[in-house]
């Protein structure tokens, strides 16, 4: 790939270019907004302006409900050799295209499994999609050409490529990204009204539930609009979960030991069935994860903390698996949680550890 296209300058659509552009792929912008590939020309992202013949690959970052149209009118112009999109919903587009009568033997829908709380060209980064799934849905159409050239992009990206049917994507996106979107939203609202004393008391947990509540609200409509049936589902089962759980907490209410004993146990059952699912999320480099020692790690507000603590690890020659880092509200201080094994070379430097 010598050549792309990048239709579309928002949060995807500019770090892929990022991405092409820091390897050598000359990368042309446009945007419905052309202050946006502007911006994203300005951050080194390619040249905001069209290119003088047919480019290898045309990379349309426009909401789901657009990519068709943007796709047809792309084709008829002769903008490319092949054509993708990076869309959250891959049965609808794909549908608009048949519906359109498009080419989709130059054609391949994918999304990269990556993002953040912001959006725009100016939250873009070439290193987005290091290590993260790029799903590709190719159909019995797509040409092999154009699926090469789709895992070329994703190659450069450094992503890892996973295929799959369209509509079997809709339904694991709605599970895995569309639901907890939605689920994180509404417990970030219980927090919108409720009294100051309760809101100072929030620790990790909240901000860990609540983070990606933070992700702009258009953006996800039109995610969610192309998705509606497989994140009805998945949240009608939820629905049904936390009926339950209601009627589980209303029965440790009681005054009858019997329905007390069967509250705890709805209680105890939907803990068990979460912890069941938890471990089968994915841990370190996409495998399975392995049991670390997590260990607590009292540090000051203060420059060169983390840098102590790494270095210490290091010297004594316990490797950092993942990290993380909990604030004390009000204090000038916290703990940064290192998954590490062993922990004990961390005491003998000095670091005051917690359990």
């Given at each position: 790939m010598r050549t792309a296209a990048v239709i579309g300058t928002g949060l995807i659509g500019t770090s892929a270019a990022l991405a092409l552009t820091s390897r050598g792929v000359t990368v042309h912008l446009s945007?419905?907004?052309?202050?946006?590939?502007?911006?994203?020309?300005?951050?080194?992202?390619?040249?905001?302006?069209?290119?003088?013949?047919?480019?290898?690959?045309?990379?349309?970052?426009?909401?789901?409900?657009?990519v068709a149209a943007t796709i047809a009118e792309a084709q008829r112009s002769g903008l490319a050799r092949g054509y993708?999109?990076?869309?959250?919903?891959?049965?609808?587009?794909?549908?608009d295209l048949q519906a359109l009568g498009a080419d989709l033997s130059q054609y391949i829908g994918t999304h990269p499994m990556s993002g953040r709380e912001r959006s725009g060209p100016l939250a873009a980064t070439a290193d987005l999609f290091?290590?993260?799934?790029?799903?590709?849905?190719?159909?019995?159409?797509?040409?092999?050409?154009?699926?090469?050239?789709?895992?070329?992009?994703?190659?450069?990206?450094?992503?890892?490529?996973?295929?799959?049917?369209?509509?079997?994507?809709?339904?694991?996106?709605?599970?895995?990204?569309?639901?907890?979107?939605?689920?994180?939203?509404?417990?970030?609202?219980?927090?919108?009204?409720?009294?100051?004393?309760?809101?100072?008391?929030?620790?990790?947990?909240?901000?860990?539930?609540?983070?990606i509540a933070a992700s702009k609200p258009g953006m996800w409509i039109d995610i969610i609009s192309a998705n509606p049936g497989p994140v009805a589902d998945v949240l009608a089962g939820i629905a049904k979960d936390l009926d339950e759980t209601v009627q589980a907490?209303?029965?440790?209410?009681?005054?009858?030991?019997?329905?007390?004993?069967?509250?705890?146990?709805?209680?105890?059952?939907?803990?068990r069935r979460g912890n069941a699912g938890q471990v089968r999320v994915p841990g370190k480099h996409g495998t399975a994860p392995a049991t670390y020692e997590?260990?607590?790690?009292?540090?000051?507000?203060?420059?060169?903390?983390?840098?102590?603590?790494?270095?210490?690890?290091?010297?004594?020659?316990?490797?950092?698996?993942?990290?993380?880092?909990?604030?004390?509200?009000?204090?000038?201080?916290?703990?940064?949680?290192?998954?590490?094994?062993?922990?004990?070379?961390?005491?003998?430097k000095g670091w005051s550890l917690r359990q």
């Open positions: 945007d419905a907004d052309p202050d946006s590939a502007r911006t994203a020309a300005s951050l080194g992202a390619g040249n905001a302006g069209p290119a003088e013949g047919p480019v290898d690959l045309a990379v349309v970052a426009v909401p789901p409900a657009h993708l999109d990076v869309a959250g919903v891959k049965g609808g587009p794909l549908r290091e290590g993260r799934p790029w799903v590709l849905t190719p159909t019995p159409e797509t040409e092999t050409e154009v699926l090469n050239l789709a895992l070329e992009l994703v190659a450069l990206c450094r992503a890892v490529p996973v295929v799959m049917d369209a509509d079997t994507h809709d339904r694991a996106v709605a599970l895995v990204s569309h639901t907890p979107q939605l689920l994180s939203s509404m417990v970030a609202a219980r927090l919108e009204h409720a009294e100051e004393t309760a809101v100072r008391l929030c620790g990790q947990g909240m901000r860990d539930v609540t983070r907490l209303r029965a440790l209410q009681s005054a009858d030991e019997a329905k007390r004993r069967e509250g705890a146990a709805g209680i105890e059952d939907v803990l997590t260990v607590a790690v009292l540090i000051g507000d203060r420059p060169g903390e983390l840098a102590r603590v790494f270095a210490d690890a290091d010297t004594a020659g316990v490797n950092i698996e993942d990290v993380r880092m909990e604030h004390s509200t009000g204090q000038q201080a916290g703990t940064v949680q290192i998954m590490v094994d062993p922990k004990a070379a961390l005491r003998e």
